[in-house]
């Protein structure tokens, strides 16, 4: 869903970033009350990222879109989720997927010397279903 107004988060800052892709993988929900999902099958997950900040590096920018698209990307397109290592023992939902996207992104912010911070991930699994991830608004993430 390109082109699409995602859910707006509030949050204090100046500057708000917002990165869409998609990537597409298998999976499969280890449970019998996920029915016919306890099969493996596939989607073309679309993302949305949405970066906060009020200060920029060096370069003007937030975070580089491209970086940002590659954290994730690079290794979830066309693997099986099950298989990876960030969902082991873990059951590939599209929450969880979500909420390892804001995981692996939030480590990543961490480092940068100008601190911004991601404040939601959109995760649309079906043109029907999608969940937001949003982390809670504790002092360190703000
Ligand atoms: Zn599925």
Known sequence: MMQQIYPSVEHPYTFELNKDFNFSAAHYIPAPEAGKCMRTHGHT??????????????????????????????????????????????????????QTIYDIVADHLKDLPH??????VFLRETPSSYVVYRPKRTKEHM
């Open 45 to 98: 997950y679309f993302v949305n990222l949405t970066i906060g900040g009020d200060a920029l590096d060096d370069t003007g920018f937030l975070i580089n879109f491209s970086h940002l698209k590659a954290l994730i990307h690079d290794q979830f397109d066309h693997y099986l989720l099950n298989d990876l290592p960030m969902f082991e023992g873990k059951s590939p939902s599209t929450e969880v997927v979500a």
């Open 115 to 120: 601190a911004p911070k991601c404040l939601q």
